[in-house]
């Protein structure tokens, strides 16, 4: 097991605020709502404030094909939050997005224009593409090392994106093909409430997403070339990152401790088997899950070890970084030429 250095590209909140240069991404996914300001620093950038909430933004999305009142309530205030925290800085940039939920509720244009009334926000839906490539920004210092090929995945609330990485030293990396499947903690969690908790309900779960991940897998041949070797699977997920802190058995999740960390086949399956075997009063008291993330867990595991099963590659970079670092990348990186206007509000007097 190894543990990477200070994140590449990401240092920890200063005690100083400097406003003037600051970038802002905010990312309304399907079970989270987060929010990461930071100043660019060198070829990254230093974190200057971060916020995270459990929304549940997708909670019965799928039986009602609509965001919920009490869903886009709790985003909503979640949003509000997000905004007040911004209202007084300076920004060069801003970007605001949604994800799946808004991507497949019939309402979620309607939502997303209540979100601009109320708060301010300009958010934007985005393609599955543009999730995957914002995912790929994020990780591409992680995936280091001789490998030729990376298979990416994350694990998110509505659904769970693949990208199939070309590595080359002299280049960033290039995306060969993406998928996103409608395949997420909470939709699964929602579709197959307390299966996973059985061993036979888990496997059954496993088998199933396998078969939907198969039609990726007869398009680029990665289980071919896992098997020719040179191959790095990355994740990044609150699944993945879950997994980690057990593996590394940490009494308290420690993101500095996490992100970057390679954790081989056997130990990944290893830090799998524990949790399954935790149950829910045991979730509850780990540090790396808690109340909150108990009936999400194991439903990620599942696709988890689904996506092991039909790639098995000797390693797992684990990744605690994701589409708000994408952003802030690109946007420091552009210098907010392609931003400006976009998820800002009017100043209040």
């Given at each position: 097991?190894?543990?990477?250095?200070?994140?590449?590209?990401?240092?920890?909140?200063?005690?100083?605020?400097?406003?003037?240069?600051?970038?802002?991404?905010?990312?309304?996914?399907?079970?989270?709502?987060?929010?990461?300001?930071?100043?660019?620093?060198?070829?990254?950038?230093?974190?200057?404030?971060?916020?995270?909430?459990?929304?549940?933004?997708?909670?019965?999305?799928?039986?009602?094909?609509?965001?919920?009142?009490?869903?886009?309530?709790?985003?909503?205030?979640?949003?509000?939050?997000?905004?007040?925290?911004?209202?007084?800085?300076?920004?060069?940039?801003?970007?605001?997005?949604?994800?799946?939920?808004?991507?497949?509720?019939?309402?979620?244009?309607?939502?997303?224009?209540?979100?601009?009334?109320?708060?301010?926000?300009?958010?934007?839906?985005?393609?599955?593409?543009?999730?995957?490539?914002?995912?790929?920004?994020?990780?591409?210092?992680?995936?280091?090392?001789?490998?030729?090929?990376?298979?990416?995945?994350?694990?998110?609330?509505?659904?769970?994106?693949?990208?199939?990485?070309?590595?080359?030293?002299?280049?960033?990396?290039?995306?060969?093909?993406?998928?996103?499947?409608?395949?997420?903690?909470?939709?699964?969690?929602?579709?197959?409430?307390?299966?996973?908790?059985?061993?036979?309900?888990?496997?059954?779960?496993?088998?199933?997403?396998?078969?939907?991940?198969?039609?990726?897998?007869?398009?680029?041949?990665?289980g071919r070339e896992i098997r020719q070797?040179?191959?790095?699977?990355?994740?990044?997920?609150?699944?993945?990152?879950?997994?980690?802190?057990?593996?590394?058995?940490?009494?308290?999740?420690?993101?500095?401790?996490?992100?970057?960390?390679?954790?081989?086949?056997?130990?990944?399956?290893?830090a799998l088997e524990r949790l399954c075997?935790?149950?829910?009063?045991?979730?509850?008291?780990?540090?790396?899950?808690?109340?909150?993330?108990?009936?999400?867990?194991?439903?990620?595991?599942?696709?988890?070890?689904?996506?092991?099963?039909?790639?098995?590659?000797?390693?797992?970079?684990?990744?605690?970084?994701?589409?708000?670092?994408?952003?802030?990348?690109?946007?420091?990186?552009?210098?907010?030429?392609?931003?400006?206007?976009?998820?800002?509000?009017?100043?209040?007097?």
């Open positions: 097991m190894l543990h990477g250095e200070a994140l590449p590209g990401i240092e920890p909140a200063p005690q100083a605020r400097r406003l003037a240069d600051a970038f802002a991404a905010l990312d309304l996914g399907t079970n989270n709502c987060r929010l990461l300001v930071g100043v660019p620093t060198g070829g990254g950038f230093r974190v200057l404030d971060s916020f995270s909430r459990i929304v549940r933004l997708g909670e019965g999305l799928h039986r009602t094909g609509e965001l919920s009142e009490a869903a886009m309530a709790r985003a909503l205030a979640a949003l509000h939050t997000c905004a007040g925290r911004l209202q007084h800085r300076n920004l060069r940039g801003l970007r605001a997005i949604a994800t799946e939920a808004c991507r497949q509720a019939a309402n979620g244009a309607e939502f997303l224009c209540r979100v601009r009334a109320e708060t301010g926000l300009r958010i934007e839906v985005i393609s599955a593409r543009e999730e995957a490539e914002l995912a790929l920004e994020s990780c591409a210092q992680l995936l280091i090392g001789d490998a030729r090929r990376a298979l990416l995945f994350d694990i998110g609330g509505g659904s769970t994106e693949l990208a199939w990485v070309r590595l080359d030293a002299a280049r960033p990396p290039a995306l060969i093909g993406y998928a996103s499947l409608p395949l997420g903690v909470v939709t699964l969690a929602e579709h197959c409430a307390g299966q996973a908790f059985s061993p036979a309900g888990f496997d059954a779960l496993v088998e199933d997403i396998a078969d939907r991940f198969a039609p990726f897998e007869a398009v680029h041949c990665i070797g040179g191959v790095l699977l990355l994740g990044t997920s609150g699944t993945v990152t879950t997994l980690a802190g057990i593996a590394l058995n940490l009494i308290r999740y420690s993101r500095a401790l996490v992100d970057g960390t390679v954790l081989t086949r056997e130990e990944a399956r290893a075997a935790m149950g829910r009063a045991g979730l509850e008291q780990s540090p790396c899950v808690g109340p909150e993330r108990v009936e999400f867990v194991l439903p990620g595991c599942a696709i988890f070890a689904a996506i092991v099963r039909l790639w098995p590659a000797p390693k797992l970079v684990v990744a605690d970084r994701g589409l708000r670092e994408g952003m802030l990348l690109r946007m420091i990186r552009g210098g907010a030429r392609a931003m400006r206007g976009n998820g800002c509000w009017p100043r209040r007097p």
